[in-house]
């Protein structure tokens, strides 16, 4: 579905990602795993058309979408869940899950339906339906940012470190939540520290450390990687 | 019990975000709070440094009520404090960030500064004394003159800690001092916390990863809606039925 | 009691044109997050057109309008593409300045391509209507009416439609708004627009009550700053009824107090209101 | 060759230059233009410090430097004080506006700020220009009298009034220099990265932005009122907005927050501006989008660009050098 | 004072005249014009150059923009002495003229004055050359005509100017004293008012017969206007600054100035140069010219028989003294004012005439 060959991507002179070849396949979860400023949030970042790749290609359904605006990726169905949530502080709950579903506003019925079903995810978003967006805790505000990507009913949906900053119980919840969206059809691409929830839920995982990728492999083949164990896991 | 709050109370509008606590911190000890998000966590630290004015409550710290002390004044007695969101100065080098830290405690104004006295020149010695202390406390010697943003994340939180540190409290207020950081460098972060607490510091620290705070913690605090619901021992809080519920749950998640 | 209708209805006039050029000042502030200095030479530049339109082109003056909303709104386009995209990411001190450099171009292109001298724009709404007492003429009856309707359309657009509200959307976080499939280029090429059509109505509903300058964009562009923070930057309905307060406390002011200190009083008002609300009367107070 | 060309010779040529310059230069109108550079650019710092260093845009800066030049109009013209003696007071009258204005005005920040002291300075135009029974409106100051001779020199000459105008902005830029690199600089550097931040440090933010508001309006009167001696006739326009405008143009094309950029940026403008008077009307044309150019360009203005490009030659120096080697400047 | 030779040529030798006005900012268009005139008599000079102490010279302008702002003119002048050698710079505004008289003596340069401020010359400075008549000439009659055309109650709206409140200052005492009455004071602000409706409401609440207004023509001419819609019909006072003829083309017709008294327009004046200086200037700038233009044409004539007088044409003194001489000596055919002598303070004598509009036509009158 999703393959990046040779991607490289830099901020002014400095090389954040160099190299980096991913594939994903549909109805996958597949998890990024790496230190801090290892390149996950760039790599998603060039994926989502905020930043020009520098060299290498990103091929959606068969398209090259490597320096596409933002707006054309999302219309061809890739939504990202940034890391800062990047939401609307002074917009309602309710019009920021409005605005998620700004590609498909000619389809009022779809609309209605996403938001029931983001409502039924995240009940406490309904609670606070009037709220300012600005208003809400750390934690509210992530689900919010993830059910505003929803709206947008996505193909493909990248997740960059969902669970930061977020209460066990709300982790917990919220990796079921992305285990749910996945087995009703949306292709997830996560990227994450909380390597051991990360990978008990997805397909494969790629680890990266200073802007390349060092290993990939299935779930089970990292979860028994002892270098990996070790760094990402936790003893 | 270095520091008090009595039934403290914060309201923002309509919204209570911190309802009727009353907690002890506990001196020279790892004081955490936990509970979930929009609990009040943050907020509460908000008002005991002053940041915020509490709505109701009285905080008490070595017997003085300091309730009402603009957030300085509190610096100034000895109580610092990160924030949950690290932010510093990304042009300027981790020396010249963590320089200032001192500054609470030095004289000099600006007729020191128009014509250098000796006090000034004292002063700033000491402000450099300071830094370079703090910096190799916490690690950061080797980075000392390296701009800010072209350093790590896990070395931005550490220069956090140092700046707090520089300011020479008997408290530290730290909020999610590990919050984006991976297992590996948060146990190197827990153990810079506990190299502080052994220095004889009193810590009261805000965090989401229960393994750390369990093995960190001497006293713990749980906030949910704002209000207090449990307090107590490590053990005491993981067997806490109410606290289970609202907040920890029973998966292996809580890595 | 005759006095004070009459005043009242001086002050709608001439507030309704600062709730205008105000609406386009607060707009875009939205997307840039500055105070536009160069506004107020949108403002003389819509005047120019129109009356270019009549005089030269003989066009009629609801037609020439039409022409000056679309020049001054590609003019208003091109300030954003040329200028403020390329300095969206440095710090707003920058984009201040730049805007000076702007203004100052503009005013010398108009002095070079229209004169220095005052000109004047002949309307078909000349008659003096009188009602109730009232001495009103045509053109304020309709200043008046025209700022209202475009206000309420412009309320209805950016609340009810989704494309209104990519606008404030994007005024919140413009890499959210990318996440979520708007195009920003095009939404701030749009707000440019609308900013500049509303300077452009501004100019040409104001000029036959007044002339035609070079400088009489800074009859207007100060006083809107002071609507815009008294609204509450960014905040549309602060911009339109900050505007008509200005308008009142200036008719009221000059006969009640003093027509010398009348423009003392706005900025005098401004004041006030900050020093005891930092924010702006309809700010709402974010984290 | 790099070694001669360090920060401090740099720095003595040029005041050797500004020195000798009066034997060099045949024309005196040269004279002229650099002693008003060099007041305004003491204007400029002003503004520098509080915006460039703190983080407060202050646009009321032409007022306070009109308050400066009345301050010794109206001292020596109508209060028959000496010229020395005004010249003492004038600077201090506006700081002591300056404190009651800042008490309001610092409650409010960044946009807010900017527009509160734009309209602040508004005010204070209108104040001059309309009460005329102090300041004679419109009218303007007529008849201010040039600096009194201190012993045997006096201060007729251009070429006296110059060195006596260098005198005063060496000061300043020392006095300048020190305040930035001093604890209390760095207090004010820590406010303009996060005020609750410092506030957290135990620095009261209060006081500081304070002392950096009343110090800058100081050095914004201390330039009105050599302004006023030098030019001796006064206007209210000297008090309008465009006069912020100008110095705010002159500190954001030097660099603001540097040191150097006041210097740079005032220096240029005004003789880049001497030079398209040939233009006449239509120099905006010219300047206008270069101004806008340079800002595109170098947002932190010439210095800032200049900084940026030796800090990268710099880093790639140093990677060759091995690190111990390397000194903090 | 600087006589380089222009070019190849080697005959003729130059003589700078500054000029120091706004040709930027607000009041652009006053400084065109007054520069226009300038200009015009520059060329026409030149074409043939003049002769003084057997030497043949040109004249070349050179003009400076100081934005109405004396500070600038300041900075002008310094420079137009310094660079140009200028004996004479031409200011067209009372605070540049200040500026400028704060050190023209020492300078050693002559200020030719456009501004009928009287202060400029009552300050004893020695070099400077008023050119337009004061205004405290047409107080009386103006304030004579109003009163006995329209009534006793004037409501006074002058411009918020120096000017403007000098006039106000003159012509209210000298109204009461004749038994008139001050209904209503305020000033309007051109440059910052957009509508003159709220001022006007309030001054005609009082009843007045008589409006004194002025400024620029044009927004003169609106205020006459709007006073018009809302149903004023006495007279108007026009300061001199305003011109009646420019003022109509606003109003498109005498009608609305029914009753105004102000100076007579330059397109109506009947000296010996006027009518040829009038076809001149149109053809040239394509519009009517105004009594700024038609001063600053004469001036230059004026100076340049001056230097031809004093045989000299760098010394500002000697300038200054032979400018009695210079309009003497002025051709008949540059008379576009008749201006008979120069007062010891440096105030050119001008023939005080006015002109009021009568059933919708300029009808002009003689003072005195
Ligand atoms: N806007 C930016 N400008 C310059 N450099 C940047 C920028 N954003 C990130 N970087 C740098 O790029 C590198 C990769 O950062 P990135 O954010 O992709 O890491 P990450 O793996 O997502 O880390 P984290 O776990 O902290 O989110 C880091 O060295 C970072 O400092
Ligand atoms: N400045 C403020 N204005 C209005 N409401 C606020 C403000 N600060 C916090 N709140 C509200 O107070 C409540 C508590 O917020 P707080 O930030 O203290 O939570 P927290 O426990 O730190 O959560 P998290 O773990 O997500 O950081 C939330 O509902 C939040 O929306
Ligand atoms: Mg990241
Ligand atoms: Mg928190």
């Given at each position: 579905m999703l393959s990046i060959m040779g991607l490289t991507a830099k901020y002014g002179k400095y090389?954040?990602?160099?190299?980096v070849n991913i594939e994903v396949i549909k109805g996958e979860i597949v998890v990024l795993l790496g230190a801090n400023g290892a390149g996950k949030s760039t790599t998603f970042k060039t994926i989502s058309g905020l930043l020009k790749p520098a060299a290498g290609e990103i091929i959606f359904n068969d398209e090259q979408i490597g320096g596409k605006q933002p707006d054309k990726i999302v219309e061809l169905g890739i939504v990202q869940c940034a890391e800062d949530r990047k939401l609307f502080p002074q917009m309602s709950v309710q019009q920021n899950l409005m605005m998620g579903a700004y590609v498909h506003r000619r389809n009022k019925g779809q609309i209605k339906q996403s938001l029931k079903e983001v409502n039924e995810l995240f009940p406490i978003l309904y609670d606070k339906r009037e709220d300012a967006a600005g208003s809400l805790s750390g934690g509210q505000q992530q689900m919010l940012a993830i059910g505003r990507a929803l709206m947008a009913k996505p193909k493909l949906m990248l997740l960059d470190e969902p669970s930061i900053g977020l209460a066990p119980l709300i982790v917990e919840q919220m990796f079921k939540s992305i285990e749910h969206i996945n087995r009703e059809g949306t292709t997830i691409l996560l990227a994450e520290q909380n390597a051991n929830a990360a990978l008990s839920i997805a397909d494969k995982g790629y680890v990266y450390e200073n802007g390349k990728i060092v290993v990939h492999g299935s779930s089970a083949e990292l979860f028994s990687n002892e270098e990996v164990r070790k760094a990402y896991i936790g003893a | 019990m270095i520091l008090q709050t009595s039934q403290l109370t914060k309201k923002f509008g309509g919204n209570v975000a911190v309802k009727d606590v009353s907690f002890s911190i506990q001196q020279g000890k790892v004081n955490a709070i936990i509970g979930p998000n929009g609990a009040g966590k943050s907020t509460f630290f908000n008002l005991i440094t002053g940041i915020h004015p509490p709505t109701e409550g009285q905080i008490f710290y070595k017997g003085e009520e300091i309730t009402k002390y603009p957030a300085n004044k509190i610096a100034e007695l000895g109580l610092a404090r990160t924030f949950q969101t690290t932010n510093l100065f990304e042009r300027a080098t981790v020396f010249d960030n963590v320089v200032v830290g001192h500054r609470l405690r030095t004289k000099s104004n600006l007729f020191d500064a128009i014509f250098r006295t000796k006090r000034l020149k004292r002063e700033e010695e000491t402000c450099k004394e300071k830094a370079l202390e703090v910096l190799d406390f916490t690690g950061l010697s080797n980075v000392s003159d390296q701009l800010v943003a072209n350093i790590s994340q896990e070395e931005k939180k550490r220069v956090a800690f140092a700046l707090a540190l520089a300011t020479e409290p008997e408290i530290v207020f730290l909020d999610?001092?590990?919050?984006?950081?991976n297992p590996d460098e948060t146990e190197e972060l827990a153990l810079l916390i506990k190299k502080m607490a052994e220095k004889g510091l009193t810590v009261c620290l805000i965090e989401h990863k229960m393994q750390m705070i369990m093995s960190l913690a001497d006293q713990i605090m749980v906030l949910n809606y704002g209000e207090k619901i449990a307090e107590g021992t490590p053990e005491e809080i993981k067997n806490n039925e109410e606290v289970i519920k609202a907040y920890l749950g029973g998966g292996s998640a809580s890595a | 009691m005759e006095l004070l209708l009459q005043q009242l209805f001086n002050g709608l006039t001439i507030g309704s044109v600062y709730s205008l050029v105000a609406l386009g000042l607060t707009l875009v502030y939205g997307i840039l997050h500055i105070p536009n200095f160069a506004h107020g030479a949108l403002y003389m530049v819509g005047g120019y057109i129109t009356l270019m339109m009549m005089t030269n082109a003989g066009l009629h003056y609801v037609l020439a309008i039409v022409v000056s909303i679309i020049v001054v709104g590609l003019l208003s386009v091109l300030m954003e593409r040329l200028v403020f995209h390329p300095l969206r990411d440095s710090p707003p001190i920058q984009d201040k300045v730049a805007a000076i450099g702007i203004l100052l171009f503009l005013e010398a292109l108009a002095q070079l391509l229209w004169g220095a001298d005052y000109r004047q724009m002949p309307t078909p709404f000349g008659e003096v209507v009188n009602v109730f007492g009232l001495t009103l003429t045509l053109q304020r009856i309709i200043i008046v009416a025209a700022a209202i309707a475009v206000m309420i359309f412009l309320y209805w657009f950016l609340k009810k439609t989704f494309i209104g509200s990519t606008i404030i959307a994007m005024a919140q976080n413009r890499e959210g708004a990318a996440l979520v499939g708007i195009n920003t280029n095009k939404v701030a090429i749009l707000t440019f627009f609308i900013a500049g059509a509303l300077a452009a109505i501004g100019a040409s509903l104001t000029s036959p009550i007044n002339l035609v300058f070079p400088g009489m964009g800074h009859l207007v562009i100060l006083k809107a700053f002071v609507i815009i923070i008294i609204g509450g930057m960014g905040s549309i309905p602060g911009a339109i009824l900050g505007g008509y307060i200005l308008g009142f406390t200036e008719s009221i002011g000059a006969t009640y107090i003093s027509s010398d200190y009348k423009d003392i009083i706005a900025f005098v008002l401004l004041i006030i209101i900050l020093s005891a609300k930092p924010q702006g009367i309809f700010s709402k107070g974010g984290a | 060759m790099m070694k001669l060309l360090n920060k401090r010779n740099i720095i003595l040529i040029l005041i050797l230059l500004a020195v000798v310059f009066p034997f060099i230069n045949q024309n005196q109108y040269y004279l002229h233009i650099l002693t008003l550079a060099f007041i305004w650019t003491i204007a400029v710092y002003g503004l520098n410090l509080l915006a460039g260093f703190t983080g407060y845009l202050s646009l009321a800066h032409g007022g306070f430097f009109a308050i400066g030049a009345y301050g010794l109009g109206l001292l020596t013209v109508k209060g028959g004080l000496g010229f020395w003696l005004s010249f003492l007071l004038a600077p201090l009258i506006t700081m002591a506006i300056g404190l009651v204005i800042g008490l309001f005005a610092l409650r409010t920040k960044e946009h807010f700020f900017a527009i509160y002291t734009l309209c602040v300075g508004y005010i204070i135009y209108l104040v001059i220009d309309k009460w005329e029974s102090l300041t004679e409106g419109v009218r303007g100051l007529i008849g201010i009298p040039a600096p009194e001779p201190i012993g045997p020199i006096t201060f007729t000459t251009p070429i006296a009034q110059y060195y006596l105008t260098l005198v005063i902005f060496l000061l300043v830029v020392l006095i300048i220099y020190r305040i930035v690199h001093s604890l209390t600089g760095r207090t004010f550097i820590a406010i303009r990265n996060s005020e609750e931040l410092a506030l957290s440090l135990g620095i009261s933010t209060k006081k500081n932005k304070l002392l950096s508001f009343v110090l800058s309006t100081f050095f914004a009167g201390l330039a009105g009122a050599m302004y006023a001696g030098f030019i001796r006739f006064i206007g209210?326009?000297?008090?309008?907005t465009t006069i912020t405008f100008d110095l705010l143009t002159y500190m954001i094309v030097g660099g603001i927050g540097t040191l150097a950029g006041p210097i740079v940026g005032t220096f240029l403008i005004l003789i880049l501006s001497q030079n398209l008077q040939f233009l006449q009307d239509y120099r905006m044309l010219i300047f206008g989008p270069l101004l806008t150019l340079l800002i595109i360009f170098s947002p932190r203005g010439i210095v800032g660009f200049i900084l940026l490009h030796y800090s990268n030659w710099k880093t790639k120096k140093r990677m060759t050098i091995p690190k111990d080697q390397v000194k903090e400047g | 004072a600087c006589s380089q030779s222009s070019g190849g040529s080697g005959e003729e030798k130059v003589v700078n005249i500054g000029y120091s006005g706004p040709l930027s900012g607000a009041a652009a268009f006053y400084g065109e014009n007054t520069l226009n005139g300038l200009k015009m008599a520059v060329d026409e000079i030149n074409k043939e150059g003049f002769e003084v102490e057997g030497e043949k010279y040109k004249l070349n302008l050179v003009s400076l923009d100081d934005k109405y702002m004396p500070n600038e003119t300041a900075s002008n002048g310094k420079r137009l002495v310094q660079e140009n050698k200028t004996p004479i710079i031409f200011s067209p505004h009372s605070g540049g003229i200040a500026a400028l008289q704060v050190f023209n003596e020492m300078d050693n340069f002559l200020i030719v004055a456009y501004s009928s401020e009287p202060d400029i010359t009552e300050?004893?400075?020695?070099?400077t050359v008023r050119i337009p008549p004061s205004y405290a000439g047409y107080i009386e009659p103006f304030s004579t005509y109003a009163m006995d055309r329209f009534g006793k109650k004037m409501a006074a709206l002058p411009p918020v100017t120096q000017y403007g409140k000098d006039w106000a200052e003159a012509i209210i005492p000298y109204w009461e004293e004749n038994g008139g009455e001050v209904v209503h004071q305020a000033s309007i602000d051109f440059s910052k008012d957009t509508d003159f409706f709220t001022i006007l409401t309030n001054a005609l609440k009082q009843d007045p017969d008589v409006l004194f207004i002025g400024g620029a023509s044009e927004p003169t001419a609106k205020v006459a206007m709007q006073a018009r819609e809302l149903g004023f019909d006495g007279g108007f006072i026009i300061m001199d600054q305003a011109k009646l003829d420019e003022m109509k083309n606003v109003t498109q017709s005498y009608d609305v100035l029914e009753g105004a008294v102000g100076v007579t327009p330059l397109i109506h004046t009947e000296y010996p140069g006027t009518a040829e200086f009038i076809d001149k200037y149109r053809e040239l700038y394509n519009k009517d010219p105004g009594s700024e233009a038609g001063y600053h044409y004469l001036a230059t004539y004026v100076l340049v028989e001056a230097m031809k007088a004093a045989g000299n044409v760098e010394d500002a003194k000697l300038i200054r003294e032979h400018i009695q001489a210079g309009l003497d000596q002025l051709p008949e055919d540059k008379k576009v004012y008749e201006i008979p002598s120069v007062e010891d303070d440096g105030g050119f004598v001008n023939l005080i005439r006015m002109a009021t509009v009568e059933d919708g036509e300029i009808v002009l009158k003689e003072v005195d």
């Open positions: 090389t954040s990602i160099k190299e | 999610e001092p590990t919050a984006g950081v | - | 209210p326009e000297i008090a309008y | 300050r004893g400075n020695k070099l």
